[in-house]
């Protein structure tokens, strides 16, 4: 394994469980404890991780970025807020992709009452429109996500990156563990970015769906710049002065109030 790819591994087992020691890791990774702690060094000047005797802590495990099983549960009325809001965003016979994840989940169960085309990588999204005669399904197809145990369901690898490249979509609703206003979107695993490049790529609109949780955070890996979103939806705990950041960098920003507008 080379070390890109553990530096990965290892910020997702941090993020699952909150913490990790220096001689876990080198034996599960077959590598030396003083390769670990350069590891562990390297994810502290990231920001990710606060270094503490024997191994690192994650800065902020609270937030709980990784588990979306855990996800599912949390901020639900933020979520289903936000998914009303970016249903207006969607026309008849409209084609739309919806990236996998616990805040555009919600959206699916929207979807049914106008004609459209979905795409999506996520089982879970799909299996939300199965039973739905307006909405013709595209599943990207590739190998399911390692991280079954915690609730993901999406599909990843090059299979369904080379699928996306061929797709043109009019919207693309677009999830993101964490958005940071230095780095950008940022997620923890490297398929997972892969796929959400391939995503932009594939949309003439961007809208991100996101909960104010996510921001001011920081993950693994930068898959966008902010410049690439077209408009951020989000719910009414964020402050003022960070939608006019957004809007200062060319971003709209809609809020899903939870008492209606």
């Known amino acids: 394994m080379n070390s890109a790819r553990r530096l990965e591994e290892i910020a997702q087992i941090l993020a699952a469980r909150g913490s990790v020691e220096v001689q876990e890791l080198a034996k599960q990774f077959k590598v030396t404890g003083k390769t670990i702690r350069l590891d562990l060094d390297k994810l502290a000047r990231m920001g990710m991780v606060e270094r503490v005797h024997g191994g ?3 800065k902020q495990p609270q937030t709980d970025l990784f588990q979306i099983r855990t996800r599912r549960k949390t901020n639900i009325r933020e979520k289903q807020a936000i998914a009303q809001k970016a249903l207006e965003h969607i026309k008849e016979d409209d084609i739309i992709l919806i990236d996998g994840g616990s805040t555009t989940q919600p959206l699916s169960r929207l979807l049914g009452e106008k004609r459209l085309t979905l795409l999506t990588n996520d089982l879970l999204i799909a299996g939300e429109v199965l039973e739905k005669e307006n909405v013709t399904l595209y599943v990207t197809g590739g190998k399911l996500s390692d991280h079954r145990r915690e609730g993901v369901y999406t599909l990843l690898g090059r299979d369904a990156e080379a699928l996306l490249q061929k797709y043109k979509v009019n919207k693309l609703f677009l999830a993101a563990t964490a958005l940071n206003f230095k780095q950008g979107l940022m997620v923890y695993s490297e398929d997972v970015a892969a796929a959400k490049k391939a995503m932009l790529q594939a949309a003439e609109e961007v809208i991100l769906l996101v909960d104010y949780t996510k921001f001011h955070q920081q993950a693994f890996l930068t898959f966008a710049r902010l410049e690439e979103i077209d408009t951020i939806i989000t719910d009414d ?4 002065h960070d939608v006019k950041y957004l809007e200062s960098r ?11 507008p």
């Open 56 to 58: 690192a802590v994650l």
């Open 237 to 240: 705990r964020i402050p003022d």
């Open 250 to 260: 060319g971003i709209k920003v809609e809020v899903a109030r939870l008492n209606g």
